[in-house]
């Protein structure tokens, strides 16, 4: 087959299958539902191993499918852009999306939305893949409103819940703030660069460098450099999308949707579309190192803060949720670091671990029958053989064990950030070092809680398990997937379609790192792809320089301090949750107002609610009632009315019904026209 | 070029079809008559496609020109043709009076001929507004496509029309009558035209402009209508009719837009550039001020209605910024507006007609008994909210590019639309749609109907393909951007 067909049909498969499942959820049976799309997904999947293959052999490709709007001197296209970024992402996306799809077999059996959902996950897929494979901005920023919009459907998947659709309303809108810079970014480039395909946008842009734009007329301090704008523009984008601080708020409340799309959406590959965005971007984000600072400091932050976050958690997905807020953090460090191929390469692994840990967070769900509260699990390892080691591999390559893939990568981060120079790396390493215990920490608080130790399920503590976290979820406790087990009933292993995900997930996320380290970060993968300014930015090649394979990576770091960090945490938490689980009760009452803060998310919500949503309700309804209703309408609009009134009554007084007197009016109004017409002449 | 007077079948059929369709009397008749219009709006459309498909795209001219003598003592014309800038609209209208007469089918049951003739007339007269090219026959058109729209609210409205109808005139009445003098005033200076394409070319002083271009202003600002002359639009909707709602927003709101591209930039370039900053203030303001006005809405109706004002300050923001992705985005935002709030306001009505009711906390778990329906409204709620693939993006996305081109901080103010446009879009569909079943009203709902779904079903083909495929959209509108913009450029200050 001709590649360029190969190319559409990627993309075009799982919306096939998404239009079967959705346009027609009302009268196929289930099986049709999942075989459309499950097809359609699998179809992309081995398309994408193909194209791979075919790109690794040195086919790349960029070229337009149609046009989609011309303008003045613009052009718009829909097109590809297929190169080794690429084809590594739509690996990653086609991969975990099949994982995802067969799992949802067993984890929506029971659902009545079964076909809906399908639909839903595999337009996605769909989106996900135009926003990886696009050739330029206009198509990015398609990709990107688009999963938006699938995840905003699937975190409201539960119409009925109020939490839900909650969650779902606010994370469209926080990423649409995100949305807002990002658009604002794209406005830049094509005003400077006539252009939004990023062939020619790369090309133009290092000519741009020394290009400031003035933000207020004639004012000398408010000129700033057009590139540090447009990336930081660019940048808020990648804060919506990726979750960053302060555009994380959304990420966590996501939870609610079904487990399988907090795998697939919000862990493993739609929030990471900010990171891949702006390693795609590396030829812009070069020419400004301000801009590279912002974006260090601002995962720095995430990556610490939101780990932090995890450890007081409860309920089982939002501790991986703030795990991956984390981890989207250290990424975005990556990138700020200038070591974009270490970014994607933790984009990559993370994905594996990260799907795995949540599908296996589901499968634990399933098996205390919807009870997400870790408090009330314990010991499942003697029930849950499958999900319990699989769900140890996953921990393990989140906290970066050596030789499993999350240690590659993160190492990697570590490293870089340690090399980097620009301002706010010193901040960032801190920030990437500390995560690295607090992330070992809070995984194996909840690996040891749930797998281990006492069992505690079954004792109809009702009041217990509806103890949620967040603020909104005391306003609904009573929904049918919310019941836990009754007494004396005990967990139960899940069905193949949900274990066999786990162990396919659990391969990768064991070896993917050794394999791919080599020419991933070190070699020639990304040649042409990721462009760094190595004079301005030496990092990645000192990196290069102290890089002497897998095996030695792997060895060497067992004497350094995140092996010893990592391991530190985990022994921490073994000795407070299993060992001596008064210390932490202690430690709570000890330093409450440092958990309160944890506990109220430092008070973002609180402060978006009351500032944000708040101001703008309040704001509205001034310019409403006071602008509007009273200014408007009460002054002008009624007022003129009266004067109307007013003017006819006096004017009434003229109509005296004497015939002189309108013999006389006429006399004076012709003599005054007259005199006009004669002067003018 | 068709040798059939295409512009004069599109502005008379629905006009010949309404007074047909007005002879078959009393309600005995009412399914004849809704056969009738249905038969006459169809006929309509039909004989609009060619102007589409038989376009010249190179040429930014006029195009199917119509020329003939009508007043010859005052040099009046009946002189008809389209350009790229109007040649969609005329296709807009006459597919929107399908829906409208469609949307009315079972729902309107008093009065059946007359109110479909209304909407059939009025639409031959803004088809004749559209394709005016003498000053004379555009403003007769202007003003008598007035009297059918007041007749809908005014005998179809709700309880509240006589205010609404009431503020309507005085808004109109004060901008019409400053129209007129200012026709009056080129009448004058042109040594006795009324060709709207020779004051194109007729020279103005810069004093004189700027009077001219006020007096337009006033008369268009009020139809678009632009923040702050804006408060007769939610009144007006809110006692409208659904079917009256619809042309109002879809195709009524048009015309004042329309005039600015018409008149005020051909005819009055300097002006123009001289007072652009007060339109570009005056949109951004529609933009943002009635952005959080929409937010905080009670009544459903008023809600859209002044999310189409904020959509229509996007409209002469682009107009003003004087550029080809300016201008085409206005143009391309005009007629989505046409698709997405059209099939908004039929929402609204499809849950009127069954809950009696359109204050949004009437509502709340409306997708457990109609999701079908749930599913469109959700579409043209995201297309309302400017989501990429629906046709509410394409023109936003266009005028937000321009518009950083043209100044940072404009472009910035019209950004924030993205979230404030999202907020008020989805937190309405949140409160109305999701959620449980909230009363019993709720409880009782059916979903959409064959004939409802089909409208719907129709305008989503048009959102969708819009958005996925706006070229052809946008390739008739070129040359005569192209066009106009050239002449705007040149000064005409001698």
């Known amino acids: ?681 | 070029m068709s040798t059939y007077p295409l512009l004069s079948l599109a502005i008379w059929i629905p006009i010949f079809a309404g007074l047909v369709v007005l002879s078959t009397g009393g309600d005995r008749n009412a399914p004849l008559a809704r056969m009738l219009s249905l038969i006459g709006a169809v006929a309509a459309f039909l004989v609009t496609i060619p102007l589409w498909t038989g376009f010249d795209i190179a040429n930014g001219g006029m195009q199917f020109v119509e020329l003939k003598s009508w007043i010859p003592r005052f040099n009046i014309n009946y002189h008809l043709g389209v350009d790229g800038i109007s040649m969609l609209f005329v296709v807009l209208n006459a597919f929107i009076t399908i829906i409208v007469v469609a949307a009315g089918w079972e729902v309107i049951q008093t009065k059946v001929a007359q109110y479909n003739a209304a909407f059939l007339i009025m639409s031959g007269l803004m088809n004749g507004i559209f394709t005016s090219l003498d000053g004379v026959l555009f403003y007769v058109f202007f003003e008598a496509s007035l009297i059918p729209l007041y007749l809908i609210i005014g005998v179809w409205g709700g309880p509240n029309r006589v205010y609404a109808a009431f503020k309507f005139f005085l808004y109109t009445l004060f901008g019409s009558l400053l129209f007129l003098i200012a026709l009056m005033y080129l009448f004058i200076q042109s040594g006795g035209s009324f060709s709207i394409l020779e004051w194109h070319k007729l020279p103005i002083g810069l004093g004189a402009q700027i009077w001219l271009f006020l007096a337009f202003l006033i008369a268009f600002a009020v139809k678009v209508p632009m923040w702050p002359v804006h408060t007769w639009l939610p009144d007006a909707h809110v006692e409208a009719p659904t079917g009256g709602s619809i042309v109002l927003a879809a195709i009524a709101l048009k015309l004042g837009a329309y005039g600015f591209l018409r008149f005020s930039l051909p005819i009055l370039p300097d002006a123009s550039h001289e007072l652009s900053g007060l339109i570009v203030a005056l949109s951004l303001i529609a933009v943002v001020y009635i952005g959080f006005v929409a937010l905080v809405q009670e009544d459903m109706k008023k809600l859209v209605a002044y999310s189409s004002i904020a959509h229509m300050g996007f409209v002469t923001l682009g107009f003003f910024m004087f550029s080809p992705m300016g201008v085409e985005g206005a143009l391309v935002q005009m007629v989505s507006h046409g698709f997405v709030s059209g099939a908004m306001f039929f929402c609204i009505g499809v849950m009127y007609d069954r809950v009696h009711s359109r204050q949004i906390a009437d509502y709340g778990g409306v997708v457990n008994k109609m999701p079908k329906f749930a599913a469109l409204f959700m579409l043209f709620t995201m297309a309302n909210a400017g989501l990429p693939a629906t046709s509410g993006f394409v023109g936003e996305f266009m005028v937000i590019l321009g518009a950083v081109k043209f100044n940072f901080w404009v472009a910035f103010a019209a950004a924030s639309s993205m979230v404030i446009g999202a907020a008020y879009s989805l937190w309405m569909y949140k409160r109305v749609i999701f959620g449980d079943v909230a009363n019993h009203h709720v409880e009782e709902l059916s979903d959409i109907n064959m004939r409802e779904f089909a409208i719907l079903g129709i305008l989503a083909i048009a959102t969708l393909w819009m958005g996925l495929y706006p070229q052809p959209f946008t390739e008739v509108m070129h040359a005569s951007v192209n066009d106009l913009l050239r002449h705007v450029a040149i000064s005409k200050i001698q």
Request: with cysteine; proline share 4%.
């Open chain 1, 1 to 681: 087959m001709e590649m360029q067909k190969l190319y559409l049909l990627v993309p075009m498969a799982p919306l096939i299958g998404a239009m079967i499942a959705g346009l027609f959820c009302r009268i196929i049976p289930r099986w049709v539902a999942h075989t459309a799309t499950i097809a359609g997904v699998a179809i992309a999947f081995i398309a994408s191993v193909i194209i791979f293959k075919d790109v690794l052999a040195g086919n790349t490709y960029n070229g337009a499918v149609y046009t989609w709007l011309t303008s003045g001197d613009y052009r718009f296209e829909v097109g590809f852009l297929i190169d080794t970024l690429t084809t590594t992402m739509m690996l990653v996306v086609t991969f975990v999306s099949l994982m995802v799809h067969i799992y949802t077999i067993g984890y929506m059996q029971e659902d009545p939305g079964y076909n809906r959902f399908f639909s839903y996950i595999s337009l996605f897929t769909f989106s996900m893949l135009m926003l990886v494979m696009s050739n330029n901005f206009m198509q990015l920023f398609f990709g990107w409103e688009a999963v938006g919009l699938v995840s905003y459907l699937l975190i409201g998947f539960w119409y009925t819940r109020p939490t839900a659709i909650f969650a779902n309303m606010k994370a469209f809108l926080v990423n649409r703030v995100g949305d807002f810079g990002f658009i604002l970014g794209i406005g830049l480039i094509l005003a400077y660069t006539g252009s939004l395909d990023y062939a020619t946008v790369f090309e133009k842009a290092p000519g741009l460098v020394d290009t400031t734009i003035n933000l207020f007329a004639g004012r000398e301090w408010a000129t700033v450099s057009l590139m540090t704008a447009t990336c930081i523009c660019l940048f808020i984008g990648a804060m919506g999308k990726s979750a960053q601080v302060p555009l994380h708020v959304w990420l966590p409340d996501s939870m609610e949707g079904p487990t399988p799309i907090s795998a697939l959406i919000h862990a493993a590959t739609m929030v990471t579309a900010g990171i891949f965005m702006v390693a795609r971007m590396s030829p812009l984000f070069e020419l400004s190192t301000t801009a590279l600072s912002f974006i260090i400091v601002i995962g720095a932050i995430t990556a610490l803060f939101m780990g932090f976050l995890g450890i007081i958690q409860n309920d089982i997905k939002r501790v991986v949720a703030y795990s991956t807020l984390s981890q989207l953090g250290y990424m975005t460090v990556a990138l700020g670091a200038s070591a974009y191929s270490v970014a994607i390469f933790h984009l990559m692994t993370h994905a594996f671990f990260k799907a795995l840990l949540f599908l296996g967070a589901g499968s634990v769900i399933i098996g205390m029958h919807h009870d997400q509260d870790i408090r009330n699990m314990g010991g499942l390892r003697k029930y849950m053989p499958i999900t319990w080691i699989t769900s140890l591999i996953g921990s393990l390559a989140l906290i970066g064990t050596p030789f499993m893939s999350g240690f590659y990568s993160k190492d990697s981060i570590i490293e870089a950030v340690a090399l980097s120079h620009i301002p706010g790396a010193g901040f960032a390493y801190f920030a990437v070092l500390a995560g690295v215990f607090v992330t070992a920490f809070y995984s194996f608080r909840m690996y040891f809680l749930v797998f281990h130790g006492e069992e505690r399920f079954g004792k109809a503590d009702d009041a217990h398990h509806h103890e949620h976290q967040g603020d909104h979820d005391d306003e609904e406790t009573s929904h049918d997937h919310h019941h836990g087990l009754a007494p004396g009933q005990k967990p139960h292993e899940t069905p193949w379609v949900v274990t066999l995900p786990l162990v396919l997930l659990a391969i990768p996320s064991v070896v993917i790192g050794f394999i791919a380290i080599g020419p991933m970060v070190f070699g020639d993968y990304f040649k042409g792809v990721i462009f760094i300014d190595h004079h301005a930015h030496p990092a990645m090649a000192h990196l290069s320089e102290h890089f002497h394979g897998a095996v030695a990576m792997g060895l060497h770091s067992l004497t350094t301090l995140p092996f010893i960090l990592a391991l530190s945490g985990v022994v921490l938490s073994w000795f407070f949750y299993m060992k001596r689980p008064d210390i932490p009760a202690a430690i709570q009452r000890r330093f409450s107002a440092i958990h309160a803060l944890l506990e109220n998310k430092y008070y973002f919500d609180r402060f978006n609610e009351v500032v944000f949503a708040g101001g703008a309700r309040l704001l509205g309804k001034v310019l409403w009632r006071g602008g509007d209703v009273a200014i408007i309408d009460g002054l002008i609009v009624n007022g003129s009315a009266k004067v109307v009134g007013w003017i006819a009554s006096v004017t009434r007084l003229f109509q005296t019904g004497y015939v002189y007197h309108y013999a006389f009016t006429m006399i004076i109004g012709l003599f005054v026209l007259m005199t006009l017409w004669i002067n003018r002449a």
